[in-house]
């Protein structure tokens, strides 16, 4: 089956600081995106970053990087200088190449405390 | 603001009844994509229509079933609902289908279904 786990259900940083949200899949295909979106209270769901899995850079935007590790199925997120605006619920997901449906894990909730 | 259009953004309801939430895609967008969030099963995708055809299908119950209409809209009808089918129900849309690079999912502020 195909699954995404999260094993942090909560997190907190202080703002300015900098967070690291894992992030495993489980998956036996080799042709698939991966995502990291993010839930305010607003609820609407946005995305936060992509990583293709053929490109084996590591995707960046602004304050967001990930550290994808295709072998060990590992796609965690690190928002560096955190603000408070970044408080959230944050999903990992994935999708294949042969499909569209996103495969989401059940989220890490992110605190910002000031 | 993503560009997907959700209505109603509240819907509270009685079980055993029936609902249609309706969900309009980005300009230009041929697929839209449902999906439900509830607090026990998480983000679930339901079923993906392109170009008024059914693509792909989900978790998606049989009291359920979805459309798209020619000018691209689509709605989402729960029958016979129950306690359970309380839920965020989520509409998205992207250009097109897998296997375009950057075909990112776009999604909507989400309808919001409480049934007593």
């Known amino acids: 089956a195909q699954t995404v786990t999260q094993s942090q259900p909560e997190m907190s940083v202080q703002e300015a600081e900098t967070v690291t949200l894992s992030c495993t899949y489980d998956?036996?295909?080799?042709?698939?995106?991966l995502f990291w979106y993010k839930q305010p209270p607003s609820r609407q769901m946005i995305l936060v970053i992509r990583?293709?899995?053929?490109?084996?850079q590591n995707a960046t935007e602004n304050r967001f990087s990930v550290n994808f590790q295709k072998a060990a199925k590992s796609f965690s997120l690190k928002i560096s200088d955190s603000q408070l605006g970044d408080a959230a619920m944050y999903f990992c997901?994935?999708?294949?190449?042969?499909?569209?449906?996103?495969?989401f894990g059940k989220g890490t909730r992110l605190h910002i405390l000031p | 603001d993503s560009g997907v259009t959700q209505t109603p953004k509240h819907l509270i309801t009685a079980t055993g009844q029936r609902v249609t939430l309706r969900c309009s895609p980005r300009?230009?967008?041929?697929?839209v994509y449902w999906y439900q969030q509830s607090l026990d099963q998480g983000l679930q995708f339901l079923i993906q229509?392109?170009?008024?055809?059914?693509?792909a299908k989900g978790n998606i119950l049989e009291r359920f079933s979805a459309q798209q209409f020619p000018d691209l809209h689509s709605e989402l009808n729960l029958s016979s609902l129950e306690l359970g089918d309380s839920a965020l129900y989520f509409c998205?849309?992207?250009?097109?289908?897998?296997?375009?690079?950057?075909?990112?999912?776009?999604f909507g502020p989400g309808t919001r279904l409480t049934v007593l």
């Open positions: 990583q293709e899995a053929y490109k084996q």
């Open positions: 300009s230009g967008d041929l697929s």
């Open positions: 229509y392109y170009n008024g055809e059914e693509r």
């Open positions: 998956t036996s295909e080799s042709d698939y995106y």
């Open positions: 998205a849309s992207s250009v097109g289908v897998t296997g375009i690079i950057g075909n990112e999912q776009f």
């Open positions: 997901a994935y999708t294949l190449n042969r499909d569209d449906k996103i495969i």
